[in-house]
């Protein structure tokens, strides 16, 4: 590991603005694990902690001292933050092949490419994927929940599954109860935290079966459930609704077969979310970013290699993701049976 980087020569200001600017809307990431930034790669922060909630004997008698209590406990975790970093070649052929182009007839075809662009691009999409994937995995692993705060649905119970209970015999009674389901998380992480959870994630294979659910289509027959704010509304959840479609290619390059899947597969994911900027706010999950020296959280350099006849555009961020709060979210496992893209 070189203790200069003496190649990248040139922090390019345009392909870093390019590359802040990047967005795809179907990423979600950050809306359950907020950004905060930090100034040291590694470093400490606090735990959410409810030793404050004792109600201490307070009486006192004539003459005689008060209780005395402990300060505030608190947890503290650890946080550390590596660099994610992808670069692409723009060779010299593949300029002279474009510029070639905007001279002929062909130059409609590529009138809207632009090479160092084009590699920014593509290098930021995946970093963007790779974080994504990089959230989805924190949040729907179990063991980041309290024993409490999850629950694995199978069989009958769910929500894909619209079987009816035995007895009585109903045509919207099933066995399986998404209202009932997201209620319980919901009251959960309030009994837990005094918090009203803020954000569903519902990715989209599992928001799929909700509009002809038969406990939906009874309890709101007179709603329009194509709003997934109407449907949130009327469960009794104040906050935001966010479907989740992001999925990803995991082929290990670009030649192989093509292998396609939902980066949140079929979990559904309630939580407390505070997205203030500070290290101390009680939030489900965190990104915590150390940003670029100049002010950037992702940034793009670009370099020369003469033996390679090629400019090469590297895009980089460094962050770390971590749950900080474990009683501020609910994961509900396997609420459908079906995955796939």
């Known amino acids: 590991m070189a203790f200069f980087d003496i190649y990248s020569i040139y922090q390019d200001p345009f392909l870093t603005n390019f590359s802040v600017g990047f967005s795809d809307q179907t990423l979600i990431g950050d809306a359950i694990a907020p950004m905060t930034d930090v100034y040291l790669p590694s470093g400490k922060y606090r735990v959410y902690d409810r030793s404050n909630w004792i109600s201490y004997p307070d009486g006192r008698d004539p003459g ?3 209780n005395e209590i402990r300060g505030a ?5 650890t946080y550390a933050v590596h660099e994610h970093s992808l670069q692409a070649a723009v060779t010299d ?6 510029s070639n182009a905007l001279q002929n007839a062909q130059a409609n075809i590529y009138a809207q490419i632009s090479p ?3 590699a920014t691009n593509l290098a930021t999409r995946s970093l963007l994927l790779g974080y994504e994937n990089y959230v989805a995995t924190t949040v729907r692993n179990p063991s980041n929940y309290p024993s409490t705060n999850k629950t694995y649905l199978t069989g009958t119970s769910q929500w894909s ?25 919901r009251r959960q992480i309030f009994r837990q935290t005094r918090k009203d959870p803020n954000l569903l994630i519902i990715p989209w294979n ?4 909700i509009p002809n659910h038969p406990r939906i289509v009874r309890r709101f027959t007179y709603f329009n459930l194509a709003d997934p704010q109407a449907f949130a509304t009327l469960a009794g959840f104040n906050g935001r609704v966010v479907i989740a479609e992001s999925v990803i290619n995991t082929a290990d390059n670009i030649d192989a077969t093509n292998s396609i899947s939902p980066i949140w597969g079929n979990d559904v994911i309630m939580a407390y979310v505070d997205d203030a900027n500070a290290l101390n706010s009680m939030t489900f999950a965190k990104t915590f970013v150390w940003p670029y020296p100049d002010g950037n959280r992702r940034t793009v350099d670009r370099w020369r290699e003469e033996s390679r006849k090629s400019d090469l555009v590297r895009v980089s961020q460094r962050y770390d993701i971590k749950v900080v709060a474990p009683a501020c979210g609910y994961l509900i496992q396997n609420a459908t049976s079906l995955v796939g893209a």
């Open 64 to 66: 005689t001292v008060a």
């Open 73 to 77: 406990k608190w947890g503290q975790d």
């Open 93 to 98: 052929e593949e300029r002279e092949v474009y």
């Open 116 to 118: 160092e662009m084009d």
């Open 161 to 185: 599954d619209y079987t009816l209970v035995s007895s009585p015999t109903d045509a919207y009674q099933t066995v399986s109860d998404p209202v009932n389901d997201i209620l319980t998380a």
């Open 206 to 209: 599992v928001w799929s079966f």
